[in-house]
């Protein structure tokens, strides 16, 4: 039996950016241009795309509020995803998600009940 079979939480680690400004929210973040929107949307599609190929993982309660925004310096951001590496301009920014109070995940192979 594996550790993560055995676990029914797991912890995730976000980086609290220590060296350059705190990310604010969506809802508190002024973008400078369409195409910075576009970016933080394509980052957040392919996050969740990537947790779901990887671990069938679901948010359950994404809001602008849950998506922290701040400076990258960046120029081009990287996502594995089946088996590809795809490519986001970053324009500047960089997009993490929080608050998985109600997500779902689990391990490849093996079987989860629902809470």
Known sequence: MSVLSSCLR???CLDTGDNTPRALAMTAFTLQSAMQLRSVVQQVA???AVGEAALQFEH???SASQVLVRGEHDQVLS???DGRILFVDSFGL?????????ARAQPP???VPPQ
């Open 79 to 81: 996502f594995w995803l």
């Open 109 to 111: 192979g093996e079987h």
């Open 46 to 48: 392919l996050t969740l």
């Open 94 to 102: 960089q997009a993490s998600l929080v608050d998985f109070s109600v």
């Open 10 to 12: 797991w912890l995730i």
């Open 60 to 62: 359950r309660a994404l």
